[in-house]
């Protein structure tokens, strides 16, 4: 282990990365620096709840408490309500450490402060931070110290920058390609963008949430590479912005991170069923259609359709499709395949895949919010509720037409997803 001071370039330019070219160590970042100058505290009213005291940092804080779920429930076999202090405090040591090593390359970076600093600027911040080097296999037998630090004040800065040095730099850009945001923190919101989150669920900052590597217009996008531990979801999707592939979609556990237009909050269950397996029927011919359809519009041009039945092995010879588009796929000469049109063609039985898995299912569901202010009486803990999935599949309710946002984010995924919250209100 190597302790360094941090007249570094390697903070230097993590600065202007995280906050914006505008910005470095010395110069005052202002108030979005202030709305990140916290640790990872839990809630008073819920033991396992991580809470966020301002709007920006939620794209580190509810990663984490993603986590802290995933070993609570699924590694330790814990019941949130009988968490002690003790299992807490373990749970955000393996969160932060899962983390860093998802990201890790040969070498972690980590940051901290050497002493307890309140109320301090930016500049006096990057002045007296400190960057230590570890081997990702002694990581370890100091996170339990490293968790202590960054539970204080400025810790998920720390932790922020431990992201992206780990990462690297020269890394983080890369994977961020010309598409992306110059900063990972909106410099007006400050909320972290899609590049982190990515950074922190995937390991590499791309700033897109389909599957793979997509060429469109000549240019290579790299999206998601593998299936991850944690799940994400978007209200972009609903409003057809995006389309999330199924790696964030479909994740190994039954948690999810759900991303509204600024903020971002977490879903999960103990309903293991609902991670559909990577073998699925249904699921291969989505993949397929979707690599063809980049603006999730529900179509491909006919001219793509032999391309997707070859993605899929099938036979794609040009008088067989053209049969098939003008007697069945596209008798009017649209000129486009619709999805449905597709899976009944080509795919059959794949509808009834699906229902195995969806319909008529009745599960548990916790969302949390760890913004004080989005909670009753500031109280920061999980709301409940009995979800539901009914009807066929293939009778998709439109995720636009959902009464909440949440629910329209939810039926990105489940299109005939209902939720009863216990409480009231319902959550929007």
Request: glycine share 6%; aromatic share 10%.
């Amino acid at each position: 282990m190597e302790s360094q001071t941090t007249a570094l370039p390697q903070i230097s330019a993590a600065c202007e990365l995280i906050w914006g070219p505008n910005f470095s160590t010395e110069s005052e970042i202002g108030n979005i620096f202030e709305q990140w100058s916290q640790g990872f505290i839990f809630s008073d009213d819920c033991k396992s709840a991580l809470v966020q005291e301002k709007g920006g940092p939620c794209a580190v804080i509810v990663p984490a408490q993603a986590y802290v779920i995933k070993h609570l429930l699924f590694d330790s076999g814990v019941q949130l309500e009988d968490v002690t202090e003790a299992q807490r405090q373990r749970a955000l040591e393996q969160a932060l450490q899962s983390i860093l090593l998802n990201i890790s390359s040969d070498t972690l970076h980590i940051v901290h402060l050497p002493l307890q600093l309140p109320a301090i600027s930016s500049v006096e911040f990057h002045k007296n931070l400190t960057l230590q080097s570890f081997n990702p296999h002694d990581l370890s037998s100091h996170i339990s110290e490293l968790t202590t630090k960054w539970g204080k004040d400025f810790g998920v800065l720390c932790f922020l920058y431990s992201i992206v040095l780990t990462r690297g730099v020269e890394d983080v850009v890369s994977d961020i390609g010309i598409m992306g945001d110059p900063s990972l923190v909106d410099n007006t919101f400050g909320h972290g963008n899609q590049s982190l989150l990515n950074l922190i669920l995937t390991g590499v900052a791309t700033p897109n949430v389909f599957d793979y590597t997509r060429n469109i217009d000549g240019m290579d996008l790299v999206g998601v590479a593998k299936k991850n531990d944690i799940g994400f979801l978007t209200l972009l999707e609903a409003l057809r912005y995006c389309k999330v592939g199924d790696f964030l979609k479909c994740p190994n556990y039954p948690i999810w991170i759900v991303g509204s237009e600024s903020h971002l909050s977490l879903l999960f269950s103990s309903e293991r069923s609902l991670c559909v397996s990577e073998d699925s029927l249904f699921k291969k011919a989505r993949a397929a259609f979707d690599t063809f359809d980049c603006e999730g519009n529900g179509f491909i041009p006919v001219t793509d359709l032999w391309k997707v039945l070859e993605k899929l092995d099938m036979f794609s010879d040009e008088g067989y499709v053209d049969m098939m588009v003008k007697e069945q796929l596209d008798p009017d000469g649209t000129g486009i395949v619709l999805f449905p049109a597709f899976i009944d063609a080509f795919v059959p039985g794949a509808w009834e895949s699906q229902d195995e898995v969806f319909q008529n299912k009745n599960f548990v569901v916790h969302h949390y919010n760890g913004l004080r202010q989005s909670n009753f009486d500031r109280k920061v803990s999980y709301r409940i509720g009995a979800a539901a999935i009914y009807m066929e599949y293939n009778q998709i309710m439109e995720a636009s037409t959902a009464p909440t946002p949440l629910l329209r984010v939810l039926r990105t995924k489940w299109p005939t997803i209902e939720i009863d919250w216990q409480s009231q209100p319902s959550i929007s």
